[in-house]
């Protein structure tokens, strides 16, 4: 058993990954039950939803469970910028019928910050992590005064090495396999972003502290290959989607079991950052890097509306169809069954 292990009370890290806009309590208390440490992802709820599904977890499980924020820092409004993206999207709208001139400009997701820690502050929460860096210094003290373990992701070494002179208690080290937005934060350079086996061993030869992989994770043998690779811990996003308690919806289920889930790309035109989806219309349209999207969260705002119509119309051509280059993992089945599956991988 590593440290981090016995500092959380678990015989094993297996971690599911915070999965923002796909799932909430159920599914990590699901996880928990089964054995491995459920997540819950922060960062497009609410303050309210916030406190309701802290609520649930805390009452609902003994077991040791992870709260995830992003902390980005929000860009200034950029209308030059915004007036562009409203122009490449514009035959869409036409196409739609729908009026670009009434969509509002949104903020989007909001980052962590003391307002939101004081919400956080009552559950002192087993765990608490971060994607897009870490808050600043007050904060992160803030949260290790109250006792939580804190992780964050890191995509390349430099990342890992920075976090762990921050001091987090361990590295989450993310290839560029993983579905959903890419953790990076020290530079927006995609060629420096690396699989799983390159990045896994590299990062654990070089911090102290314990490395947890992810990214392309979707059975034992997966978990057993990360091990083996130096890691102390996994963490699985997209083989969880299809669980029964997951919150995917039918169309991105759907895409996920197809064979259109073994064509993915990194993205910015769903929020201004890169993230891995099943590549979709509006991907192979405006091209998935178009420099046209806004910084991050800014994009989300006038592409909705173009997904909620073609949603209605039973279509993901504008939807963020999030996935791992590894969706064989994708299962419709009870979260515990999948989480008992990937416990194999540590024994
Ligand atoms: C649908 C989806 C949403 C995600 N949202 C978050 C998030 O809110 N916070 C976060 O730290 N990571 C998020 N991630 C990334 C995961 O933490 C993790 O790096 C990734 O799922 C691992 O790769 P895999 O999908 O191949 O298992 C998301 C991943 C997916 C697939």
Known sequence: MNTLAQRLNVDHLLLQAPMAGSQGSALALAVCRAGGIGALPAAMLTPEALVQELTALSQGTTRPWNVNFFCHTPPAPDAAREARWREALSPFYAEAGLDIAAVPAGAGRVPFSHAVADLVEPFRPPIVSFHFGLPAPDLLARIKGWGSVVLSSATTVEEAIWLEAQGVDAVIAQGSEAGGHRGMFMTDDLTTQVGTFALLPQIAATVQVPVIA??????????????????????????????????????????????????????????????????????????????????????????????????????????????????????????????????????
């Open 214 to 347: 992810a990214g392309g994770i979707a059975n034992a043998a997966g978990v057993r290959a990360a091990l083996a690779l130096g890691a102390a811990g996994v963490q699985v996003g997209s083989a969880y989607l299809c669980s029964d308690e997951a919150l995917t919806s039918p169309i991105h289920r759907a895409a996920l079991q197809s064979d259109a889930a073994r064509h993915t790309a990194l993205t910015t035109l769903f929020s201004g950052r890169p993230a891995r989806g099943i590549v979709n219309r509006v991907m192979r349209e405006l091209g998935p890097l178009n420099p046209a999207a806004p910084a991050f969260p800014t994009a989300t705002a006038a592409i909705a509306p173009l997904r909620a119509h073609w949603e209605k119309q039973g279509r993901g051509d504008f939807s963020p169809l999030w996935s791992g280059q590894n969706a064989s993992g994708c299962r419709s089945a009870p979260a515990a069954e999948i989480t008992v599956a990937l416990l194999q991988g540590f024994v």
